[in-house]
């Protein structure tokens, strides 16, 4: 290989290479849509065009309905996942004291997984009505079911050694439970989070796909109802991008909690 076209391989393989290349992606790809668009090989009607979502985007920024939208689906799904991750997390940890306890719940747990939770929205929104603590309930009903599962296999690939050791030097569930176990068991449960918090933005989501005056969700309901493909993709692309700033809050968090984890995935990706 040239020294050229070794200096091309080595930058491709940076991080900004890899940015480059991803955006030139995503520039190419609207490229070719706006481009098979206007030689009418692909339907506007069906499937929008760059230029009109663009246009569209504009127009909701304007008008601050799109700052209105996503600030509320971004609400919904933040306090619903927060509280949601607290209340299974605290139930998953708490099942460590007792075998006897965790393996009766065990199957309900199980179960209660098994149902899709978009299935329980009808029902909440029944209950709780149309407003925003019904979407939040919604939420919790999606993420703190996962956070349990998650907290309580934590807790059992908890460092058992340690464990033993501290049970020989005298130590009670209770030490043990705060020295080993929740400490051991922090970085699988936060690292939970990066796919929590996708369920948190589902559950707001479809909570205004059924009823809402406000929202992302309510957003692409109405304006696909009304065949404005444009607005559609407007809404989904703020979606992602809500979702990318969900995720990457999460992985700040982890690697300031645990910044051993992130040297260690890096010697593995050198590896």
Not at 1 to 7: P, R
Not at 46 to 67: A, E, H, N, Q
Not at 73 to 83: D, R, S
Not at 186 to 208: K, T, W
Request: glycine letters at 8%; hydrophobic letters at 55%.
């Amino acid at each position: 290989m040239s020294a050229k076209g070794s200096k091309t391989h080595h930058f491709l393989n940076t991080s900004l290479g890899k940015s480059l290349i991803q955006i030139l992606s995503v520039v190419v790809f609207f490229f070719i849509w706006q481009f098979l668009a206007e030689l009418g090989l692909i339907s506007e009607f069906l499937v929008g065009t760059p230029f009109g979502i663009w246009k569209r985007f504009v127009d909701s920024v304007l008008d601050y309905s799109i700052f209105i939208d996503t600030g509320y689906t971004l609400w919904e799904a933040l306090l619903g996942f927060v509280i949601g991750t607290l209340i299974g997390t605290s139930i998953g940890l708490l099942l460590w004291y007792s075998k006897w306890v965790s393996q009766i719940v065990e199957p309900f747990i199980v179960a209660i997984n098994s149902v899709p939770k978009i299935a329980l929205a009808p029902i909440i929104l029944l209950w709780f009505g149309t407003g925003l603590g019904a979407k939040v309930v919604l939420v919790v009903s999606m993420t703190a079911i996962i956070a349990l599962i998650a907290a309580h296999q934590a807790t059992k690939d908890a460092d058992k050694d340690l464990q033993s050791l501290l049970d020989s030097m005298g130590a009670d569930r209770k030490q043990i439970f705060r020295e080993v176990v929740v400490p051991s068991s922090m970085p699988a449960i936060v690292s939970n989070f990066r796919i929590n918090v996708g369920f948190g933005l589902v559950g707001a989501v479809v909570g205004e796909f059924i009823s809402s005056k406000a929202g992302l969700g309510h957003m692409i309901y109405n304006a696909s109802s009304l065949y404005e493909l444009n607005s559609v993709w407007v809404g989904l692309f703020m979606l992602m991008i809500v979702g990318f700033f969900l995720y990457y809050c999460i992985d700040a968090l982890e690697r300031f909690l645990f910044p051993w984890r992130s040297d260690s995935r890096r010697t593995e990706i050198r590896m």
